[in-house]
């Protein structure tokens, strides 16, 4: 952030959203509506294939004028420059931030140290689609000949939710022949559960990790080497069955897989930004090239919107400024992400690390503590199912819970009647949480007095809806771009950095200790708190 941008909670702009937020108190969608028949139009945008109504917001008009003030008098316009070109706007890392030119087309020209970048991610994506194709098409072959018919990636963190969504988001489009698993978490039950039944003949291990020195990820690239030369009975067997994603290819080469087959990626692409990158191997093995093609084209078109389109009609601005309104001017502590598609089970996870590991911070660029809220809790279930779990807290709770319902026009399968029941519930919901049920209302259907505050919706309870046409490899792209930016342009505005993850290290190096610890022959003398050094001793003991 540049010196004469001033400190946050000082800006004019800041001040002038708590006073508007003061006048706004008693606002009322209701009232919102009833009094403007044109509202849904005029807060509903269209970018990169993707349709936003923003209508059922606690806003009017003045209030996204001065949120829009606000996002203009923290430098927003000139961060996205920033990043989009390179700059090391990673500061605490002193690092570029580029996961955009890792979905640039092949004639762009984007530096970093003097080097234009876009050529070897090019030259990476050719690799990883002639390596698709070898596979898909049965031209990769296993140590014993065999085709290869089962993918297990191996990864965690950005090195897995990624790929692990948006394989299972884009099941309709991946190779019925080839069955793509993924392995995360160190707990062996992970590994033996994505193993079972498999035949290492036929099973290809991709081993992703940016650093390529996570405890989880080595753990289990060498448990599954173990598995597969046990099976096959030959160490030469990793050669044909181990390929590996990351940055660091002396790793890559002491774990014993040929840096011919690793597929590399690059320090300026974050982890949990890193799906558009060889971190994706797997989701192109199982949709292909030209599909994985797509998606790309989709995070560009969405690229292209952020940075060509003015904040009003901004998709992932509106979205961010939207959510700096709840957190910052209503409380609100949480955001639920609501994807009325099965297909996107695993989507609230997946933004879960993009937006709480990017903005889960305490401290300024500058090291100085912050003085308002920042990341939200990110949480959500694919609908139906949240409605019957969680959707009461969200109808009458005391909680302020804003929602992002996600849906698809058109199904990914044959059963329309199911694709029309599941749109109702989406539309009825953010209907009902915005405009609720009144007192008056309830008592007129009849409803004894005792029960009638029992049944009341307050209502006002705000809701975005995003909308694509259908959950095509194209839509995924710009949706997640879509939140990357989202989760950009609120780090910017809270004045943090989004992009290191330092909060994540304290427990990897207390973990190290105490696997010593665990494992130690003789009894360890334990250093911790009375309650840490008491439960390794339990856990000792059996
Ligand atoms: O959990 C911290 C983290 O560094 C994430 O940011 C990252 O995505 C994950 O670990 C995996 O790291 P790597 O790709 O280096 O194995």
Redesign the pocket.
Known sequence: MSEDIAQLDQCPEWEALARHRDRMREISLRRLFAEDSGRADALSVEGAGLFLDYSKNLLSAETLRLLVALAEARGLRARIEAMFGGDKINSTEGRAVLHTALRAPRDAAIEVDGENVVPAVHAVLDRMGAFADRVRGGLWRGFRGDRIRHVVSI??????LGPAMAYRALRAHADPELDVRFVSNVDGADFAAACSGLDPATTLFIV???????LE?LTNARTARQWLVDGLGDEAAVAKHFVAVSTNRAEVESFGIDPANMFEFWEWV???Y?LPSAIGLSLMVAIGPERFGEMLAGFRAMDQHFRDTPFERNLPVLLALIGIWYANYHGAESTAVLPYHQDLARFAAYLQ?LDM?SNGKRVQLDGEPVQWQTGPIVWGEPGTNGQHAFFQLLHQGTKLVPCDFIGAIEPSHDLPLHHDLLMANLFAQSEALAFGKTSDEVRSSGIEEELVQHRTFPGNRPSNTILVDALTPHALGALIALYEHKVFTQGVIWGINSFD?WG?ELGKVLAGKIAAELQSESDPDLDHDSSTNALIARYRRH
Do not use: A, L, M
């Open positions: 990864g965690i963190g950005g090195s897995d992703c990790s940016k650093t390529f020195t996570t990820t974050g982890g949990r890193s690390q590991e993850q994540v």
